[in-house]
């Protein structure tokens, strides 16, 4: 039922706002997962290893956690609107810069540009959905940008596919710039807000340079942490900065008169409890999704293009579900609905957990659907939620920060499940050279798929704390 405090003006240009921050999202989802299709191409193209080239996807994930909250936080105090459109603005430039790139290294800094672009526009578009929007909508208007952010990530590996066969990998870079300059029109001509002077604000430099250091230094060393090991020096360094990094950046945040992320938002249990769920949630989500395609592959024999038919389940269903749970999250509440997304997700994961040899495709594609509706009835309440506990002038920090706590969730998450596979496999009596080898997987299945059932469960124990961090939120959110 719409909101009669609502003029029919607002809610189309609510509506508008809507429709290009999801136009925005599936820019972003796909020029993100093309690339990752693109990797072995460029291997070749530029004749170097896979390992060197991963820097390309590497540095991206970097700038977009290091930045994505303190550029959410100035979009708070000087303007979301300025730091958005021009967000697209230095995407569409990167973007050209990218599609001429002569070497890997010129392509690989032309991604960090590309980088602060996604963390431009990812930290201000939902936070500028949530201030656009009647707060009785909320919650559906987010679940339609989650709803566009999975239609760019379902279509961009196709996508970038059948533009690098046609094309070449140049032009996964170059088809985007038209799209990014659409973009950034639409958001100069639809958005609104009138960007803030900026006087007499004194911007916090010392706790954004802290926060860069510390997301950055231990992003990399868990990066770092599979192939080096514990006790390298370099892994050492990059865990040493970090927690050096987060200890003078929470001393600066306490002394700031304007900080990049106000400590006091954490005294709030439905800030609190909704974002370590995000965490739980998605360092076993992500560290699962990584374990998957070894079974799929390795152990049953799948090609890559089946194993992604497979897959691909989850992300349809959230495309259908998102906007609904959002819907629901706006008359209900979100603790029953993060609670109940949370524990779907424990039961598919539970379900991969147990698959066997014998396994049928039916058993291999429910848990998928399991866990995409689990999501889509957990992430837009979730997101809903988040917002509703800050007051506008804290929205984009609030965004930065789901995005910062989502990434970095995950970042630790898979770099869990390497360390608890590897050790499981250890532990049967295989060396690392045969841990390593994909001819192992078929010699010795058995060992494998205990392997992987016991790092499953145990990664899966890590989802119930999202549950109980659910259920402690509270019933309902404020609005604001």
């Not at 809610?11 to 136009?23: E, F, P």
């Not at 340079?209 to 990059?238: E, K, M, S």
């Not at 304007?258 to 965490?279: C, D, K, W, Y």
């Not at 997304?341 to 039916?362: D, H, P």
Request: charged share 10%; hydrophobic share 50%; with cysteine.
């Amino acid at each position: 039922m719409a909101d009669p405090s609502v003029s029919r003006e607002q809610r189309r240009h609510s509506r508008l706002v809507l429709y290009q921050v999801s136009l925005g999202l599936v820019l972003v989802a796909i020029n993100h997962r093309a690339i990752q299709v693109a990797l072995p191409t460029l291997t070749h193209v530029f004749h170097t290893d896979l390992s060197f080239i991963q820097w390309v996807l590497l540095v991206y994930d970097l700038a977009v956690i290091g930045l994505v909250l303190t550029l959410g936080r100035l979009g708070d105090l000087f303007g979301r609107k300025w730091i958005y459109v021009n967000g697209f603005w230095l995407f569409v430039a990167s973007s050209v810069l990218c599609g001429i790139a002569q070497s890997p290294a010129q392509l690989i800094a032309f991604r960090v540009l590309q980088g602060i672009a996604g963390a431009m526009i990812m930290a201000n578009g939902r936070a500028l959905v949530t201030v656009n929007s009647p707060p009785s909508e909320r919650g559906k208007a987010l679940g339609i940008t989650s709803m566009a952010f999975h239609v760019g990530y379902i279509t961009g590996p196709t996508l970038g596919g059948f533009v690098i066969d046609a094309a070449g990998w140049r032009w996964i870079f170059l088809l985007t710039v038209p799209i990014g300059v659409l973009c950034a029109w639409f958001g100069r001509r639809v958005l609104r807000e009138r960007a803030a002077t900026g006087e007499h604000i004194k911007v916090d430099f010392a706790g954004a340079a802290y926060l860069l250091l510390t997301n950055v230094g231990f992003i990399y060393a868990l990066n770092q942490l599979p192939h080096r090991g514990a006790r390298d020096a370099l892994v050492i360094t990059l865990f040493g900065v970090a927690a050096l990094s987060f200890f003078l950046f929470r001393r600066a945040e306490q002394r700031a008169e304007t900080p990049i992320l106000s400590l006091s938002l954490f005294a709030n249990r439905l800030f609190t409890a909704a974002n370590l769920s995000l965490f739980f949630l998605t360092a076993s989500q992500s560290a699962i999704s990584v374990l998957i395609p070894f079974y799929l592959q390795n152990l049953m024999g799948f090609t890559p293009t089946q194993m992604g038919w497979i897959l691909i389940g989850g992300s349809v269903v959230i495309i259908f579900v998102a906007p609904i749970a959002g819907r629901l999250s706006d008359r209900f509440g979100s603790r029953i609905l993060c609670s109940l997304g949370a524990a779907l997700m424990i039961s598919g994961q539970y379900l991969i957990g147990s698959l066997t040899l014998q396994s049928t495709l039916f058993q291999m594609i429910l848990p998928q659907l399991l866990i995409g509706l689990g999501w889509a009835l957990f992430n837009s309440p979730n997101q809903s939620a988040i917002m509703s506990t800050v007051s506008r002038d804290k929205v984009g920090a609030a965004s930065g920060m789901t995005l910062t706590t989502a990434r970095i969730g995950g970042a630790i998450g898979i770099a869990l499940s390497g360390a608890i596979m590897t050790h499981a496999l250890g532990s049967s009596g295989l060396t690392p050279a045969q841990i390593e080898s994909p001819a192992s997987w078929t010699a010795s299945p058995g060992i494998f798929l205990r392997a992987f059932s016991f790092t499953v469960h145990l990664l899966n124990a890590v989802a119930v704390l999202a549950v109980v961090c659910s259920a402690m939120r509270g019933s309902r959110s404020r609005s604001t």
